[in-house]
């Protein structure tokens, strides 16, 4: 984000408060009580639950998500199997500012609590899982290691990308292997985290080349500028190998009749030219567009699962949701209570409660109020631009 040099000195100030507070974090996680009256309605039972964090994944580009070009045609083919939840946000439009909040029990009103509470892994565990963090995500830099504040809490951990340098060729299909063989672990009680690196920028680094499909104006919308179609083109061509991935997920875990369940979501969106105007490329929490915001959310059971468990969300696709409350969600699909989960903030619970959808800096909220994301009205997409052939 373009800043003058007083805006970066405060910036690196609060980036180095962060750095300390995640290493605090991970310092005292051994420290942070748990759940209180924790109850598990599966408890004893053999299970496998996986949760898929996928990033930078703007589902107006999927169309499974009803995008015109086919960037999905992988999950477009299992939709009559998984649920897609088609109004969920995410609180932040950066990877680490929104899992603090999506894995944990902090929230936007709340944003200390990643500090104070367990995390999605301890919880988890507490429940008698076998828990694992598969990543795709860089781990050598100083900012990315403040994932590890997380995985490192897993049992297990693999990690899949060295690399320094975001512009280099890292491809999420190297998940798979290790996945599968977390699958067969003997563990009765498996929780498995994959994370992805999706569609993360540099875009044309995230598939290989079987993959660039989307290499003309076809399907582009009018407004995009020629010098602009490489970039949206290849940032569908990532969205097209990621459905190959995370179908592929589906499909290997379907594979070993497990008795459970699959949830995907993306971390935040990305505005690849998307928003009015055409010309915002990346994300801008002071700039905020609907595209940076916009994530899939979808789930996939077992029919062991669906025998033991109600599994009709017909009814709840729709409800406005922001992942900063995934917590109660998950617990809730898992069967899980406690003193601390509310049902409330469960999109699957009839005791489900709409609020706000609030997006923002937490931390500056004495400087500008957050802003509640479902008064921000999604325009009708703009005509697209049609070849003759």
Do not use: C
């Not at 373009?2 to 690196?12: F, N």
């Amino acid at each position: 984000e373009p800043a003058v040099p007083w805006q970066m000195v405060v910036a690196y100030r609060r980036y180095r408060e962060q750095l300390e507070n995640m290493q605090g974090m991970l310092d005292n996680v051994s420290k942070i009580p748990p759940l209180h009256n924790l109850k598990d309605s599966m408890a004893n039972q053999p299970s496998t639950l996986v949760l898929v964090i996928g990033e930078s994944t703007n589902r107006q580009r999927m169309s499974l998500y009803g995008y015109p070009r086919q960037t999905t045609p992988e999950l477009d083919k299992l939709k009559d199997q998984l649920a897609i939840f088609d109004n969920v946000i995410t609180p932040r439009p950066y990877t680490i500012e929104a899992l603090q909040q999506v894995l944990t029990f902090a929230d936007e009103e709340n944003p200390d609590l990643y500090l104070k509470t367990p995390s999605l892994v301890s919880v988890m565990k507490q429940a008698g899982y076998k828990t694992y963090w598969i990543t795709n995500q860089q781990t050598m830099t100083k900012r990315n290691t403040m994932l590890t504040t997380f995985s490192e809490q897993a049992d297990e951990q693999v990690y899949l990308n060295n690399n320094r340098n975001q512009n280099a060729r890292q491809y999420d299909g190297d998940v798979l292997e290790p996945f599968s063989k977390a699958l067969a672990d003997g563990a009765p009680r498996k929780f498995i985290v994959v994370h992805l690196l999706g569609t993360h920028m540099s875009y044309q680094y995230r598939y290989p080349p079987s993959y660039d499909k989307f290499t003309d104006r076809t399907g582009v919308p009018a407004g995009v500028r020629d010098d602009q179609v490489p970039t949206y083109n290849s940032y569908d061509n990532a969205v097209l190998y990621n459905d190959f991935v995370v179908s592929s997920l589906i499909k290997d875990y379907a594979k070993t009749d497990p008795n459970g369940f699959l949830l995907y979501l993306s971390d935040h969106g990305e505005d690849v030219f998307d928003s009015a105007g055409h010309n915002t490329l990346g994300r801008n929490e002071g700039k905020p567009t609907a595209p940076m915001y916009t994530i899939p959310f979808i789930a996939w059971a077992s029919p062991k699962w669906k025998q033991d468990h109600d599994w009709n969300f017909a009814g709840d696709l729709g409800r406005p949701y922001s992942s900063s409350h995934l917590i109660h969600t998950w617990a809730d699909m898992a069967g899980l209570s406690s003193d601390e989960l509310d049902r409330s903030k469960s999109l699957v619970s009839d005791s489900f409660k709409p609020r706000p959808l609030l997006i923002g800096n937490p931390y500056e909220r004495n400087e500008k109020a957050l802003i509640d994301f479902s008064l921000m009205k999604p325009k009708a997409p703009p005509p697209t631009a049609v070849v003759q052939k």
